[in-house]
């Protein structure tokens, strides 16, 4: 395919609080099994993608540990594959302040490319898309960037970067940003294409006038202006967006869902992550399991209710998780009861330890903690 | 300059038909038989190579290769993508004078000694295909250097009254061995033969050269090979293997394995960071246990959608299990659907089946009922046996 991808990995960190501490929002745990930036990188790389930069900021250990060559996603490419962009530091460089900015590391992987189109994504946004279709919707509409929206959902909460826009068919006719003003408008998915050599011009004028932000600074002026033509390309299934922690957490429990499960972990375009080679999870004759999902390698003793295990959770005899999401290595204790809590990887709680949050306000056990 | 090359070379002998396995072999090499949810059989001789060290796997296959060199691929879920050494799938081919099939074991080896001595290797693991245990090869190669062995073979104490199934062989004080005997039906000793050797691979390759040469032969390891060299006064030591392993050559004995793992008493563990079983993963998502969902002593892998019942059953990856529907001390292979009020019992289903809405497979009665891959038993049907007409 004539496109190259782009994915920021650090954009939302501050939204997920204590979660990303110590890691990138895009290594952040979902589903059983997943990290955020799995949806993203499997969508280019089942739209036949074969050249990603992930664009990091700080704490992208966590996240290079779990891309490792990319043999997972099919992207340890001889000519091309994936490039982990991290900035390009002097000592004097400050951390960037908007995603224009944060693509200034990526211009030497903008320039030694050739393909035409770059799809531009966040990783917050979990969706299964075919990045294909939205190329061809963008060659026929002949506009200048594409914006990858979708209808807001009922009640849903937004933050003030979120970008809508007012559409005529296809044709962008008004762009608000942190407003949705009535249901009729689309709400951005985070994602753009836009031609390479436009992407690589509009960073170089804009950078060196400090104007770092990609869809305030750019996309909105130069269209209040009159400058640009946006095209809009609605995607029309299932979108998962988590901007805080409370989204993320709904967000989860989403997946038990079966029309979301079948719309986002589509039989003909996989998900992708690391194997990490698990037995299967084991689960024992008291064990009482009640509307959960269920990653591979846990030992299922108590009881759980309408809750999130990720790999290798090990719940012990009569211990109790109801509405809460337990992660990677984490072990609960005998008679242990937790109710809306996100426990971070390897946590240990010790036996008869009692822990509540609220669905508003889920309680966070910060990763490798033992609370006893 | 020093040559580049390894130590010991592992040859797995796949080739086999495994006709005892019924309808679950007729379209697929035994090693390549799922088993344990998510695993298929040559997992386990592959994860041992590499949990031993050894890098260098040659694989013999001949019967029903194309699934089997499909799940092997490049090796990469093993670790065994090397750029010197790693996982080569030997089917037999044509040479320029004569072009043959693999005629038994030893001959396998034979005609693949120009592999083997590309790596120019000190010894030689042989390995089959066919048994379920976890073992690392790297200390019986230690007690083979210490015992200055020739040919070491892998040995199990069995109970006494089923030495008599088995390859036995009868050991001097010092662990020697003095005879082999192949199913004796007076057993004079209980280890029995796993059908794993270590040779040191310069007298291997002679015996394998000469053996060749004999045309009564029936190029066997255990009836040719070692008889010779016990002949010949070569030594030869039993290495005893103390662990799980099973031989998953029948159909009730595939079951017996798989409910194995549910049995905290029998030591197969699965779940061993330091040992891990590798298998090539299908990028499934983590599985759904409904509201109504009952599970007990049950395994399930990923991808599953359980709103059903499982009781001591292994449930693999990407199956469903609908509303009202029973699995019952079963294995169902991967992605097969059991729809709603079908129920299972004492059954092996295969791969991508669909047993449809109120069907019924197996007895109560413990002998197991087998439905080959890719089957559909009709809705309502009741059927059991080891060879359904369907």
Known sequence: MNSIGIIFSNIYDVAMGELTKRRTVASMPFGGRYRFIDFVLSNMANSSLTSVGIITK???????????????????????????????STGFTNVYRGNLEALENALSFLNANKEKYVIMCDTTVICNINFEDVIENHKKSGADITVIAAPAQQGEQFTDSDLFVKCAGNKVTDISIGKLIDQSWLVGMGMFVIERKRLIQTIEDYVSRGRFSFERDYLQDEFNLGNLNLNVYKFEKTVLRNHSIKSYFENNFKLMDLTVRDEIFSKGAPIYTKVRDEAPSFYHKDSVIEGCIIADGCTMIGTAKDSIFFRDVHLKKGSLVKNSIVMQGAKIGKGASLEYVIVDKNVIIEDNVALKGSPEIPLIIPKGTIVS | MQERRKKCVAMLLAGGQGSRLGVLTKHTAKPAVPFGGKYRIIDFPLSNCVNS??????????YQPLELNDYIGNGRPWGLNRSFGGVHVLPPYAKSKKSEWYKGTANAIYQNIHFVDRYNPDYVIVLSGDHIYKMDYSKMLDYHKEKGSDCTIAVLDVPLEEASRFGIMNLNDDGSIYEFEEKPKQPKSTKASMGIYIFNWQILKQYLIEDEKNPSSS?????????????????????????????????????????????????????????????????????????????????????????????NSVISVGCEIEEGAVVENSVIMPNTVIKKGACVNYSIIGEDCVIEENASVGTDDKKISVIGHDKVVPSGAVVSGQEVKL
């Open chain 1, 58 to 88: 700080y704490n992208y250990q966590s996240l290079m540990d779990h891309l490792g060559s990319c043999s997972e996603w099919d992207l340890n490419r001889k000519n091309s594959g994936v490039y982990i962009l991290p900035p390009f």
């Open chain 2, 53 to 62: 060290g050894l890098d260098t796997v040659g694989i013999m296959t001949q």
């Open chain 2, 219 to 311: 190029n066997d390891f255990g009836k040719d090979i070692i008889p010779k060299l016990l002949n010949d006064n070569k030594k030869l030591f039993a290495y005893l293997f103390e662990g799980y392993w099973k031989d998953v050559g029948t159909i009730e004995s595939l079951w017996e394995a798989n409910m194995d793992l549910l049995d905290p008493e029998i030591p197969v563990q699965l779940k061993d960071p330091d040992f891990r079983i590798y298998a090539r993963n299908y990028a499934k998502p983590s599985s759904y246990i409904s509201k109504d969902a009952v599970l007990e002593n049950s395994f399930v892998s990923e991808g599953c959608v359980i709103k059903g019942t499982a009781k």
